[in-house]
């Protein structure tokens, strides 16, 4: 099993650019989150999504949007870029309390 | 919103040495984890903590849940350099147990 994946894991945008993050799972979990970790902040949740075709806001969602069409997957997009939107972003995948975290992506917003 | 906050924010020791680095709040949680995040990685689950008093060991650390299930603690015996990493402790509430809420995390170096 891969666990969770997560691609890309490096980009770099433009200011006012757009892209989407791909997040996969394999284990079948019925929960996706999708976290961004800044220094000295710790991991801030973004959006997540509670089963397939669901989503809900969590601390931090502006300028973010998420789908999860599919059980397996859960897209992370940004419509427009912004400097402040520079982070590292984790997806994690649970079926209880325990969360599965992907490896990351690094994002830089110029 | 429910807060957690971890120290030391930083800590750096000598191999072999002890540690204990704390995660406290004025919330309640139904359950406490840990968590180790090495560089360029994602956290990695150590152990859960549910009863309030429960004390749980994985080989050279020892895990504390406070008794009134608003605090914890680990502490790590005779650190090595592979314990290093950034350590995160993380609480779930209420009827949420699916969604957790973190602390800022402990980084730690153990150097040789």
């Known amino acids: 099993n891969a666990g969770v994946t997560q691609t890309p894991k490096f980009r770099v945008l433009k200011t006012g650019q757009s892209m989407t993050l791909l997040c996969a799972q394999d284990?079948?979990?019925?929960?996706m989150y999708w976290y961004r970790q800044d220094p000295g902040m710790g991991l801030r949740l973004i959006h997540y999504?509670?089963?397939?075709?669901?989503?809900a806001k969590g601390e931090v969602p502006d300028g973010y949007n998420v789908s999860r069409l599919k059980k397996q997957n859960f897209l992370l997009g940004l419509e427009s870029a912004a400097p402040s939107q520079t982070s590292v972003y984790f997806c994690?995948?649970?079926?209880?309390?325990?969360?599965?975290f992907g490896p990351g992506t690094r994002l830089t917003v110029l | 919103t429910q807060l957690l906050e971890q120290s030391p924010q930083f800590l750096s020791i000598q191999e072999g040495e002890n540690l204990t680095v704390y995660c406290n709040s004025s919330?309640?949680?139904?359950?406490l984890q840990w968590y180790r995040q090495e560089p360029g990685e994602g956290p990695v689950l150590l152990v859960t903590?549910?009863?309030?008093?429960e004390v749980k060991k994985l080989k050279r650390l020892t895990f504390q849940f406070g008794d009134a299930r608003k605090d914890s603690s680990l502490h790590i015996t005779a650190a090595q350099p592979g314990d290093t990493g950034l350590y995160l402790c993380?609480?779930?509430?209420?009827?949420?147990?699916?969604?957790?809420?973190f602390g800022k995390g402990t980084l730690l170096t153990v150097n040789p």
């Open positions: 994690a995948s649970s079926q209880s309390n325990e969360q599965f």
């Open positions: 284990m079948n979990h019925e929960y």
């Open positions: 999504s509670v089963g397939e075709g669901t989503t």
């Open positions: 919330s309640v949680f139904s359950s």
């Open positions: 903590v549910v009863t309030g008093g």
């Open positions: 993380a609480g779930a509430s209420g009827g949420s147990n699916y969604k957790l809420t």
